[in-house]
T-cell receptor, first 112, second 114 residues
Framework: AQSVTQLGSHVSVSEGALVLLRCNYS??????LFWYVQYPNQGLQLLLK??????LVKGINGFEAEFKKSETSFHLTKPSAHMSDAAEYFC??????????FGTGTRLTIIP | DAGVIQSPRHEVTEMGQEVTLRCKPI?????LFWYRQTMMRGLELLIY????????DSGMPEDRFSAKMPNASFSTLKIQPSEPRDSAVYFC????????????FGAGTRLSVL
């Protein structure tokens, strides 16, 4: 069975500081991994995805994530937080033809 | 493309009433997903369709919930009778190649059952 665990339901960072949102996955076979973002009163939209090509994946809005098999992790980072990054972020995993499984989400707050 | 379109955006109803949520997927997409989002349970997949056929409805909470996809451009999620615990935001999403591909979400329907 596949699953993802997002560590920290709430993360606060100062504007301009590093953003680090953590995601660990569980899968017996190589997974596909995704980060989605949800802005207030909107649906989810894809930030980036890992599909077994490069382990460092670059997404929209300056975000990137690195797949680390040894750590079963797919953490999301951004070097410098912007006020517009305030949102909820979801990690998701899919294996083969299984349905996409979302984590519980991390709400990111940016402190001016 | 207009994206995934859901209606209504907000629905307030009384317990026991029938509620119908609507979704128009992105043209050309052949898979459609219904999700429910609550503070307590997070984002839950209720059901998904491939080529208008329900593939997995294991997430549908109970018989009060039903979903249909009569054609490639329209789907409904119906709750009858509705209960206060059904209050949530319901999202529809579509993708090009089923669960294998990126899902595009609608803006959601916020349902309040009083």
């Amino acid at each position: 069975a596949q699953s993802v665990t997002q560590l920290g339901s709430h993360v606060s960072v100062s504007e301009g500081a590093l953003v680090l949102l953590r995601c660990n996955y569980s899968s017996s076979v190589p997974p596909y991994l995704f980060w989605y973002v949800q802005y207030p009163n909107q649906g989810l939209q894809l930030l980036l995805k890992y599909t077994s090509a490069a382990t460092l994946v670059k997404g929209i809005n300056g975000f990137e994530a690195e797949f680390k098999k040894s750590e079963t992790s797919f953490h999301l980072t951004k070097p410098s937080a912007h006020m517009s990054d305030a949102a909820e972020y979801f990690c998701a995993v899919r294996v083969g033809n299984e349905k996409l499984t979302f984590g519980t989400g991390t709400r990111l707050t940016i402190i001016p | 493309d207009a994206g995934v379109i859901q209606s209504p955006r907000h629905e307030v109803t009384e317990m026991g009433q029938e509620v119908t949520l609507r979704c128009k997927p992105i043209s050309g997409h052949n898979s459609l997903f219904w999700y429910r989002q609550t503070m307590m349970r997070g984002l839950e997949l209720l059901i998904y369709f491939n080529n208008n056929v329900p593939i997995d409805d294991s997430g549908m909470p109970e018989d009060r919930f039903s979903a249909k996809m009569p054609n490639a451009s329209f789907s409904t999620l119906k709750i009858q009778p509705s209960e206060p615990r059904d209050s949530a935001v319901y999202f529809c999403a579509s993708s090009l190649y089923g669960g294998m591909d990126i899902q595009y979400f609608g803006a959601g329907t916020r349902l309040s059952v009083l």
